[in-house]
């Protein structure tokens, strides 16, 4: 049975251990299109998921892990899938 991911912030851990995920990749291609993009939202709406899942994405050291976004709907836009796994990424959190 499906479980809620209260609290989970790395889109690994979400995908992998099966819980409810609501399908918003499609935010990866604006993050392609546009020159600056800039996450200003309260508190536990998601960017801490959302900065995991851009790191997924984009990080040549996850290629291994490139199997979580079967069948999400990123993986339809072409011009996106080209950008999988193919850049060094930095990622920082001021959470902690």
């Known amino acids: 049975m499906k479980r809620l991911p209260i609290g989970i912030e790395d889109f690994k851990e979400l995908i992998e251990k099966e ?3 609501v399908d918003k990749t499609m935010f990866i291609k604006n993050v ?3 020159k600056v993009v800039l996450y200003t939202r309260p508190r536990r709406f998601g960017k801490t998921l959302n900065m995991s899942t851009l790191y997924y994405f984009f990080s040549i050291k996850q290629k291994e892990n490139a199997y979580l976004f079967n ?3 990123i993986m339809k836009r072409r011009d996106a ?3 999988l796994n193919k850049y060094p990424v930095l990622m ?3 959470r902690k």
């Open 32 to 34: 392609l299109e546009e």
């Open 92 to 94: 920082i959190s001021l």
């Open 71 to 73: 069948g999400l709907n």
């Open 81 to 83: 899938v080209e950008h």
């Open 19 to 21: 819980y409810y995920y």
